[in-house]
């Protein structure tokens, strides 16, 4: 027992934990259902790959660099840390990461509903989990969600290599036909090495908000080479089960009923399309169900912990658990009326408007401003 704890508060804490709580905000909602990886890069076909690898390399960056600033000046909550890069401009960045963390709820609850239609339960029982166990772990605090989020990385990674594994069996041989052909076909219009780098660029700034949400674990960070290290495994798990969904999406790249611009929860359809939609769906929603709680209790937490860091600011006490659990309920409820306008139309409207507002308040600051400050740190080995 004594070799674990030091395990998970040395090197697994140090350098795999904030990855792993990145992954785990990110991977929820149209992500998980595989909606976000058609979006951002699928529906390019034969080229969607540069868009994922534009992803995987802008979250290792950026992870990089937010977590060595936080290391720098020991600032542990995203206001302290964006009023390094941006200065007086911090409220900007309150108000859109609030927006991005409802619509991030918004549509978790959506997808939730979706899945738990598709495996013939009531819609509206899927939200009623959501909101328990969400106020339950938020409830329990960081210790826990460090714990439950460690264990869904696990679950998640063992599904997606299992259904990946098994679409490939089925349907493999469309890949090689995608790329053969160098299929673009679902994309209405020409696709471009330049697009589908934008659109991994802007996939990474509506999602740069996922990063501060595990700083509650950065305290661990004493040297630059830690900061160096998880970000390059931050990408890493982010990406890799991105390329995972995408190249089972090009098994069915050319059916729209399955991989089309309609479709809310595409690995759904995958798994019945070549399974019959039998112990392997139920085990999915599991999966799927446990990232969507998770990305859902990441934002959450950011944003009891943004409360709690003005209130400490100004002198008072942290917030009351009853305190807790008005915002986790408010939160929630605000993100399941939202949820009612759909996936499709959260992901390619609602994330697009707010990725250019975080390309202006954090991608370029924190990349100009903020790198230029890690450069010139004197206290950096």
């Known amino acids: ?67 060595e600033i936080y290391r720098m000046y020991k600032v542990y909550d995203y206001k302290n840390f964006i009023k390094k890069v941006i200065g007086p401009l911090w409220p900007v960045m309150d108000i859109l990461t609030v927006l991005i963390a409802i619509m ?50 696990i ?15 089925k349907r493999g041989s469309n890949i090689a036909t995608v790329f053969s052909n160098m299929d673009t076909s679902a994309y209405d219009g020409k696709v471009t090495i330049l697009l ?34 998880s970000g390059i495994i931050a990408g890493l798990l982010m990406v890799i089960p991105w390329f995972l969904s995408y190249f089972a999406m090009m098994c069915f790249y050319g059916d729209p009923s399955i991989v089309g611009a309609d479709v809310e929860t595409p690995w759904t359809k995958m798994i019945v399309a070549v399974n019959g939609g039998t112990a392997l769906l139920v085990l999915f929603s599991v999966v799927m169900g446990w990232t969507l709680v998770e990305t859902a209790t990441g934002c959450i937490h950011m944003i ?17 658990d009853a305190r807790r659990g008005i915002i986790t309920v408010v939160t929630l409820v605000l993100a399941l009326i939202l949820s009612r306008i759909g996936v499709v139309t959260l992901i390619e409207k609602g994330y697009s408007i707010l990725s250019y507002g975080f390309i202006i308040f954090y991608l370029l600051p924190t990349l100009l401003i903020g790198g230029y400050k890690i450069i010139r740190y004197k206290g950096a080995k």
Request: glycine residues 12%; hydrophobic residues 50%; aromatic residues 14%.
């Open 1 to 67: 027992m004594k070799k674990f704890k030091d395990f998970y508060e040395g090197g697994y804490a140090k350098y795999v934990l904030p990855g792993v709580l990145l992954q785990s905000v990110l991977i929820g909602g149209g992500y998980a259902t595989g909606r976000e990886i058609y979006s951002y890069g699928a529906k390019f076909g034969a080229m969607g790959w540069i868009s994922g690898l534009t992803i995987g390399i802008g979250f290792a960056l950026f992870a990089f660099l937010t977590f």
């Open 104 to 153: 991030l709820i918004a549509v978790m609850a959506a997808a939730t509903g979706s899945i738990f239609e598709q495996v013939n339960l009531p819609n509206i029982l899927g939200s009623v989990v959501i909101v328990l166990i969400c106020g339950l772990l938020n409830f329990k605090g960081s210790k826990m969600i460090e714990k439950f989020e460690s264990i869904g990385t």
């Open 304 to 320: 009891i912990d943004r409360f709690d860091v003005a209130l400490v600011e100004k002198g008072h006490e942290k917030m009351t």
């Open 196 to 229: 589908c780098i934008w659109t991994g660029i802007l996939y990474v700034a509506y999602n740069i908000n996922a990063i501060p949400m595990g700083m509650f674990s950065l305290t661990r960070q004493t040297k630059r080479k830690e900061t160096i290290w």
């Open 155 to 169: 679950l998640l990674y063992g599904g997606y290599i299992l259904f990946t594994i098994v679409v490939l069996v």
